[in-house]
Structure formats: C-alpha cells, structure tokens
C-alpha cells in the first residue's frame, strides 16, 4: 500500500499542461508550457527522472534484503517486523509532506525512497517466517496463496487511496497510506504470535512424514533439540545433557539448499515482469489509453485482482500436484503470449482491457506469489537442514532479495526503453518471462522423474 502510490503520482507529476485551465493567480509565463508540472519532473526527461525515484527505492531495497534475512534469524520478529514498520509509515509520509513543505529538489526524494527501500526489507522475511512457523507442507501452497493475497489487497489499496488525492493535494496519496502502515505496525507489535509453541499449539510437520518416522531418534531432523520441528518437548526435558538452541544457518550454507539458486533466478526475471507493471501501468493506460490519472490508477487495480486468483490458482495446482516448479513454469509460459496480446489489443475497449488486465495479472504475480511464498518456506524446512528450522528467514530474503534485483532493473529499463515506444517496453518484459522460465527447466525436469517414480511404484512424491 504505501510502494503503489507513486505509480498512480507519476502522471501527475508531469503533465499535459494545454489541458489544465491555469490559475488566476499563477505566476508563470504564458509560453510555459510545464507551469502544471512538479519541479524536477517538468522537464522532457521526466521519465528518466521518474525511474531513478523508483530505482532508489528497489536497489536499496535489494541491497538491504540479503542483510536483513540474517538480522531476522537472530532477533525476536515481533520487534523487528514493528519497527520496520513503524519507519516505513514514516517515510512515507514525508515523500507526501515534500508536497506541503514545496519541496523540488530531487536528492530530497531519492534519499527518502533509499531509506524506504532499506527498512521495508524488515518485511517479508518476518512475515513469511512466522506463516512457515505455523502452517506444515501439507496445503502450504494454498493456505499461503490465500495469505499473499494481501499484496495485491495493498497494491490495490495503495492505488484507490492515491487516487482520491491525486489530482489535488498530492502529497496525501503517501501521507495516508504511511500512516496506516505506522499503525498497523503498532498492532503487530501488541498481536503477532511468532511460534505455535509460544501459545501451547502443536507445530507443524514440515515435510508429511508417517507418524512413526518422527519417533525415531536416530533420526537428525527429530533430535531432542529440534524442538520447534518436532515438538518432543518431555524428550528434551528427560535428556541426560542441555539441549543447545541450532545455529541459524549462514548465507552460504542456505545457498546450497537445492532449488534455492534456481528458484532465486527465477524470480529476479518475473519479479522483473511483475515491479515493471507495478510501476508502470498507471502510466501505460493513460498514455495509450488517454485516461486521467485517477481512473488509469484505478483500472490498474484489475492487474492487481488477478494477481490474486493467480496465487491462489497456483498454490492449490502445485499442492495437488506437488510440483512448485512445473506450475511456476505453466504459467510463465502461459504470461508471454498473454502480454503481446495486452500490449496490441488491451486498449481497443475497456472490455478487452478489463479481461487482459486480469488475466495477465494472474499469470504474471501467480509465480512470483508462488516462489515468495511457499517455496520459499519449503526450502527454508528443506530435509537437508535435517531439523534446523533457523533458516526460513535467511532463504526467504535470498530468493527475495535476488527477485528484487530485477524489481530495481524492470522500473528502470522501463524509464529508459518507453521513449522509444510501448512496444520495446513489452518486447523486454516478454523476454524477461522467457528467461525465468528457462530457469526452471533443471527442477522441472527432476519434478517430472518424481511423477514417473510416484506413478510406478504407487509411493509419495520425493522432495526435490
């Protein structure tokens, strides 16, 4: 909610001033053709200008996300989701007070979108380490693909509130939205429970084994001091020596988790795909489109609507069919063809333009949903950590963190490629669809041999 409303900002930040009726009082000349404009993003490289903002938020957000996936594996996540938070609110809003305080240098906004960038990184490895604290491998997909559906409920949130201010006092598009993001950090603060354990639940079981092979005690992953696994309190508690908290895992050690390397690929070419439109398609729509800011940010919002049946669509196929990467693969090759098609006929009526927009925003965030989430929780309790559940956050901002290398390249290539035409812009993010799902090919690969064994021998799908 608080990243979606410089989209929606963009067109009025620099616009077509022969369509405004001036003020009585404005003091600028009659030949200037920007008097409408914000200062520095009246000039004709508005767009460059533009994408820097954008990158200065996404590369320190990158940056940042491989360093705060090893902070949360050693601090409590309550505090550390809170506080991050909290400053997130606050950052925010002062992008927003930059209206009210007249503010037209742009250093000013890009230290504002750095600082943004590094404490929003708090995020998303808390959050998905406490939902693989609570739910097992079981219906993670889909439990998880319902849960990620607060992305886009944000994305379209973000989009609906900048848009009621858009065309007046801009400013309040991201002083809102900050500061309903400060106060819901001071509700995860008072509510969030990180473990099951921590209210006398039972914790999950990571991988489905049968009951019996969790009572084997020569089994690593089922020791007395894989407690948050296992839950064997009484034999922790009847063991001859102290039982020692694991050590989380370090980031080269995550790294040799498999999968992890191929699905963090992966996601830095769909994340690409997904942060371009994010950023970009309130803009698209009004260009080609030639609606105002306020409805082209709204009509994004159906981007939004499909991104979530899209993880959610992907979350129940892959649990049915215990194959992450073969789903993630469908759907990206299912996205290619989907974009030409927006690109060349989404605009020839708001019916075709309300119809792509879903369809493509399904195919488009159904893997990146897919991979953010419930695989990387999968990964994170992967069997070769043999119990060791200090790794959920590490593996999580790896994979994420890779993906958000190509969120900060996607916007940018997207500032620098439109003034040659909308349709290179297309031409790029298909291209990068491609990419990811070549990717993938390697797991895909293994999954279909799993299927053949499973069909068989009449046994379970081996975990990749």
């Not at 354990?197 to 969790?214: F, I, K, L, M, R």
């Not at 894989?226 to 908290?245: F, N």
């Not at 789903?327 to 063809?337: R, S």
């Not at 669809?433 to 009449?458: F, N, Q, T």
Request: proline share 5%.
């Amino acid at each position: 909610m608080s990243r979606k409303p410089i989209s929606v900002v963009k067109s009025r930040l620099h616009q077509n001033c022969s369509e405004q009726i001036k003020p009585i009082n404005d003091t600028h000349s009659l030949n200037d053709t920007t008097w409408c404009s914000w200062a520095p993003f009246d000039k004709d490289n508005y767009k460059e200008l533009l994408a820097g903002v954008d990158n200065a938020f996404l590369v320190a957000y990158a940056i940042g996300m491989f360093i705060s996936g090893v902070f949360g594996e050693r601090l409590p996540l309550r505090y550390y989701l809170s506080a991050g938070m909290l400053l997130s609110g606050l950052f925010t809003s002062l992008f927003g007070l930059g209206y009210f305080w007249n503010i037209h240098e742009l250093w000013y906004f890009v230290v504002i979108q750095v600082c943004n960038g590094l404490v929003q990184t708090t995020g998303w490895p808390s959050v998905v380490t406490c939902i693989g604290n609570w739910f097992g491998k079981g219906k993670r997909g889909f439990i998880m693909g319902i849960w990620n559906s607060h992305t886009s409920v944000g994305n379209i949130l973000g989009s609906l509130i900048a848009g009621i201010w858009v065309n007046g006092q801009w400013g309040l598009s991201f002083v809102v939205p900050g500061i309903i993001t400060a106060i819901m950090g001071v509700i995860t603060f008072l509510f969030l429970i990180e473990h099951p354990e921590d209210v006398d639940c039972s914790p999950p079981q990571h991988h489905g084994e049968p009951a019996e092979n969790q009572d084997n005690p020569e089994d690593p992953g089922n020791s007395p001091c894989s407690i948050r696994d296992s839950g064997l309190e009484t034999v922790a508690k009847t063991s001859k020596g102290p039982c020692e908290e694991p050590a989380a895992i370090d980031f080269f050690g995550a790294l040799r988790i498999p999968g992890v390397v191929e699905f963090s690929l992966c996601l830095l070419f769909a994340k690409l795909v997904s942060y371009t439109f994010l950023y970009w398609l309130p803009l698209y729509i009004s260009n080609v489109a030639h609606f105002s800011a306020k409805e082209a940010g709204d009509l994004s919002t159906l981007f939004d609507v499909g991104g979530i049946i899209g993880g959610i669509m992907a979350g129940l196929i892959s649990d049915y069919t215990n194959g992450r990467a073969t789903t993630c693969c469908v759907m990206l090759i299912l996205a290619a063809p989907m974009m030409f098609l927006y690109n060349y006929i989404g605009q020839d009526g708001i019916t075709s333009s309300i119809v792509m927009l879903i369809i493509c925003g399904g195919l488009v965030n159904g893997p990146y949903a897919l991979i953010t989430t419930a695989v990387s929780a999968d990964l994170g309790t992967h069997k070769s950590l043999k119990g060791n559940a200090k790794a959920l956050s590490t593996v999580t901002a790896i994979i994420d963190g890779t993906g958000s290398i190509g969120a900060a390249l996607g916007p940018l290539l997207a500032g620098l490629i439109s003034p040659t035409g909308w349709n290179n812009v297309f031409y790029m993010l298909i291209s990068a669809d491609v990419l990811a799902c070549l990717l993938l090919c390697r797991l895909v690969y293994k999954e279909i041999l799993a299927w053949k064994v499973s069909l068989s021998r009449g046994s379970g799908y081996k975990e990749i």
